[in-house]
């Protein structure tokens, strides 16, 4: 090879190398990206676990000294802990009013004969109740298109298979992948109730002086539920926008531009009745939170809210 040749040829390595470089930092950097939102969302998660943890411990002490069967309340926290808190919101009120006793909050549950609570604490079956995280679906690599070898060295990495890297790794040095961490952003914090034949059902209107509850009551508390959904409405829609802004990494950007689009089809449902029954489906921790006896009733009157609007909250399956 000649003099000029052998330059040319020098030249052309010394691109490929530099593309190469560029290259590997192109994906160094976009995988940190991913990483670091990930990686928030995570923190973010646990600190959301950590309130509801203690909401249903709370809920749990104050109904302990008032005396509940341990047996029921154990029943309740593997079957359908949700209802936990609500019984303890009820039972609060009822005792405020003068009407709680032992004999009353007891009658308020029935647990079926054959239930076995495996010997486990009230404490170890809210942690149980109260996942971190929730498992993420097992990730497909990106199937690769037939490359050559200088393709697939110098070849920049695609989008796919930098979340595929990122998604398959441990983000807080425990099992926890980033898959979990994506998956877990919407999940709830506590579970619902479990699939299967009922162990433990709940009549809170053991506790209600008045289980009918008039048209001023209804209104009212139509009113308190849908105020708190449309502040939830503006205050993301804005979240959003603003997080938009500026955000450079692809993969942040589809996530929340999922969440843009579904609450702007959302906000833009003409039926009002249905527009809230779809905010509960996109966030029913507000119902969840706010939740009263009194509450589920209207959630059950056509004349306020959708028709299975309070079957969100009452019928929702989760596996253990």
């Known amino acids: 090879m000649g003099f000029f040749g052998k330059v040319a040829l020098g030249s052309a390595l010394?691109?490929?190398?530099?593309d190469m470089k560029e290259?590997?930092?192109?994906a160094k950097d976009k995988?940190?990206?991913?990483?670091?939102?990930?990686?928030?969302?995570?923190?973010?998660?646990?600190?959301?676990?950590?309130?509801?943890?203690?909401?249903?411990?709370?809920?749990?002490?104050?109904?302990q000294s008032k005396d509940m069967d341990s047996r029921s309340l154990n029943a309740l926290l593997m079957q359908n802990p949700k209802e936990?808190?609500?019984?303890?919101?009820?039972?609060?009120?009822?005792?405020?009013?003068?009407?709680?006793?032992?004999?009353?909050?007891?009658?308020?549950?029935?647990v079926a004969s054959d239930f076995d609570d495996q010997g486990?604490?009230?404490?170890?079956?809210?942690?149980?109740?109260?996942?971190?995280?929730?498992?993420?679906?097992?990730?497909?690599?990106?199937?690769?298109?037939?490359?050559?070898?200088?393709?697939?060295?110098?070849g920049r990495k695609s989008s796919q298979d930098i979340l595929y890297?990122?998604?398959?790794?441990?983000?807080?040095?425990?099992?926890?992948?980033?898959?979990d961490v994506a998956a877990s952003i919407s999940a709830p914090t506590i579970k619902g109730r479990k699939k299967g034949p009922n162990t433990v059902s709940v009549d809170?209107?053991?506790?209600?002086?008045?289980?009918?509850?008039?048209?001023?009551?209804?209104?009212?508390?139509?009113?308190?539920?849908?105020?708190n959904y449309d502040r939830f409405l503006q205050e993301e829609t804005a979240r959003i926008a603003g997080e938009l802004e500026g955000e450079e990494d692809q993969a942040t950007k589809d996530l929340l531009l999922a969440q843009q689009v579904e609450?702007?089809?959302?906000?833009?449902i003409e039926n009002t009745a249905t527009k809230y029954y779809e905010l509960m489906k996109f966030n029913p921790s507000i119902a969840q939170n706010i939740m009263v006896p009194g509450y589920l009733v209207v959630l059950s009157d056509p004349d306020y809210f959708k028709d299975g609007t309070a079957d969100l909250f009452t019928s929702s399956d989760e596996d253990e």
């Open 120 to 154: 486990l604490t009230a404490s170890e079956l809210i942690k149980r109740a109260t996942p971190d995280f929730v498992s993420g679906a097992d990730l497909k690599k990106p199937d690769e298109v037939e490359r050559n070898v200088m393709q697939k060295l110098f």
């Open 14 to 18: 010394g691109g490929l190398a530099a």
């Open 31 to 63: 995988s940190e990206r991913v990483q670091d939102y990930l990686y928030q969302r995570g923190l973010e998660r646990r600190q959301e676990v950590n309130k509801t943890r203690n909401a249903l411990q709370n809920s749990v002490e104050y109904l």
């Open 263 to 268: 609450l702007t089809r959302i906000n833009n």
């Open 165 to 179: 890297d990122v998604y398959s790794e441990s983000l807080f040095g425990d099992d926890t992948t980033g898959a």
């Open 23 to 26: 290259n590997r930092q192109y």
């Open 84 to 110: 936990v808190l609500r019984l303890a919101q009820a039972a609060q009120e009822a005792e405020q009013e003068g009407r709680l006793t032992k004999s009353i909050l007891n009658q308020a549950v029935e």
């Open 204 to 227: 809170i209107g053991a506790l209600a002086e008045d289980t009918s509850y008039d048209s001023t009551y209804k209104v009212n508390a139509a009113k308190d539920i849908k105020d």
